[in-house]
């Protein structure tokens, strides 16, 4: 991969900073970069925004419905059904 093809690829997925130090880059690391920005799969790194995006979406709507949401009814036991309630969390 040469610079160019690099400085497109990252231009069409709003990732140009990388480049930004590029200059201060001695060859060997120039040839480092360019060989992770040609293993850089985009598309999976697009998935996992919109899966981000979307995660947080469910999570604004499960706090929002938290809101609303009432506790369980709390039943006191007693006598022989406490104690197996016991023994079965022990």
Do not use: C
């Not at 930004?20 to 985009?42: H, M, N, P, T, Y």
């Not at 706090?63 to 007693?78: C, G, N, S, Y």
Request: no cysteine; charged share 35%.
């Amino acid at each position: 991969m040469q610079y160019k093809e690099a400085e497109e690829i990252l231009s069409q997925n709003d990732q140009s900073q990388i480049l930004r130090f590029w200059d201060k880059l001695d060859d060997a690391g120039k040839d480092k970069l360019l060989k992770q920005i040609s293993e850089l799969d985009f598309s999976a790194i697009s998935e996992m925004r919109q899966l981000l995006a979307d995660s947080k979406d469910a999570s604004d709507a499960a706090k929002a419905d938290a809101k609303t949401m009432q506790p369980a009814h709390v039943m006191k036991i007693e006598g022989e059904a406490r104690d197996a309630a016991y023994r079965a969390g022990s």
